[in-house]
């Protein structure tokens, strides 16, 4: 744990680096989150409110997003805009870390799952825009391509996660143990997919477009957070856009007909194709089964990571058992 001397030390640096750089006097500063080596701050300054995110140095392309909001702000969409440095950069560092600053969006956010019929309606235009505009934008990398969906993967992870089995049970964590089962159980159901990346549809967008990305303000939202911004199979943006925030799906249960609607106000922008929308069940089930948390990653969760792992839980459970049915009332 720092001591006291260490927090008061790195505190002041990254004030010192805001001032420095920004040209920006902070007058208070609040800790909003901490996740995963990432912190993000609000800080009140001489010219309003803005939100600095700190980040480690190995992370790589911070700039990235910068660059892409104000590609999108100039193009019409709601975002988050990024303060650019005196040296005309969106990223600045020191031996310790990075920091962005971006601009503070006044509004509510919502949890998951409790989006009125207007947000969730909106969202699907949203994202049909962004798709669309960036249909040409260059520099975005590649996730989810075809080694992802290989079975050799899925059996790469399930040794690994045998391997943590073992060493839990060894040690008696009886806590751990059935979630590693669990998790397990999830790993040998997916390894039966056959999931064709080649007939997938790949579009560059958000690459994690869910309501927590939002900020909310008379009946209109901006997106904050596209950090994780990527060329994907776009069918896993439509599909998380809806589940993670609608509340027919708060249980882990995907409601076909909310969904279908939901699918079918997006391709008024842009087009799926048929193979898209029956695979999507699939590919959501396989990105949660080998994306999802680590059992052993729980304990030190922040409590707003929580109802999201719980959540994703519940997909899973009940993916296990309804994914074939669900991919088919989705082509009905």
Not at 53 to 63: C, S
Not at 165 to 179: R, S
Request: with cysteine; glycine share 4%.
């Amino acid at each position: 744990m720092n001591s006291y001397n260490e927090i008061i030390s790195a505190e002041s640096v990254m004030l010192y680096l805001i001032k420095d750089n920004f040209n920006l006097k902070v007058s208070d500063i609040e800790l909003l989150d901490k996740h995963f080596g990432t912190e993000l701050y609000l800080i009140n300054t001489n010219a309003g409110k803005y939100i600095v995110k700190v980040l480690p140095l190995y992370m790589e392309n911070v700039k990235n997003e910068g660059e892409l909001t104000e590609y999108l702000y100039n193009h019409g969409l709601k975002v988050a805009r990024f303060l650019k440095s005196k040296n005309d950069t969106y990223v600045v560092k020191n031996n310790e870390f990075q920091l962005t600053v971006q601009q503070f969006i006044e509004g509510d956010s919502l949890s998951v799952n409790t989006a009125p019929d207007w947000f969730i309606s909106k969202s699907a235009d949203f994202l049909g825009d962004t798709v669309l505009l960036l249909k040409d934008y260059e520099g975005l990398s590649l996730r989810f391509g075809k080694d992802f969906f290989s079975t050799k993967t899925v059996y790469r992870k399930i040794w690994q996660y045998k391997k943590e089995l073992v060493k839990a049970k060894k040690a008696k964590e009886i806590n751990i143990v059935p979630i590693w089962e669990e998790q397990i159980r999830h790993l040998k159901r997916i390894s039966k997919f056959r999931i064709d990346a080649e007939k997938l549809t790949y579009a560059n967008s958000q690459g994690d477009y869910h309501i927590g990305q939002a900020i909310i303000n008379n009946n209109d939202f901006t997106v904050v957070d596209w950090s994780s911004a990527c060329r994907l199979p776009i069918g896993l943006d439509v599909i998380t856009s809806y589940v993670f925030s609608s509340p027919t799906c708060a249980e882990g249960e995907i409601d076909a007909d909310g969904l279908k609607k939901h699918i079918r106000q997006f391709t008024e922008k842009f087009p799926l194709t048929e193979y898209d929308i029956k695979a999507m069940p699939y590919v959501l089930y396989f990105w949660h089964c080998m994306c999802n948390y680590r059992p052993d990653e729980l304990a030190d969760m922040p409590d707003s990571y929580k109802a999201i792992a719980k959540l994703i839980n519940n997909f899973l459970n009940w993916l296990y058992d309804n994914v074939e049915e669900l991919s088919k009332k989705l082509t009905e």
